[in-house]
């Protein structure tokens, strides 16, 4: 049996806030999903978590936090595939 690779996390509170990965990551393809401080639960839509995946993810924080208290929000930012696993 093979031990799972851990993935990588990156949290941005406010768009402003710089994204914590190499210039070489942003071409890995990530998951970005909008999350509620107070509950540490992702942003629901009918039921279903919110979940962005794109290969420019400083983008689709900005567009996830657009508008929204960034004391009550957060965008987190998990690279996928083989490449975020090195």
Avoid: K, Q, Y
């Amino acid at each position: 049996m093979t031990a799972a690779a851990p993935h990588r996390t990156f949290r941005l509170a406010s768009t402003a806030a710089a994204m914590p990965m190499p210039a070489a990551d942003l071409r890995v393809t990530c998951a970005v999903r909008l999350i509620d401080r107070r509950t540490g639960r992702s942003l629901r839509v009918n039921g279903s978590p919110l979940v962005l995946f794109t290969r420019r993810p400083d983008e689709a924080v900005a567009e996830l936090l657009e508008g929204r208290d960034p004391a009550v929000w957060e965008a987190r930012i998990e690279p996928l595939g083989r490449e975020a696993r090195r």
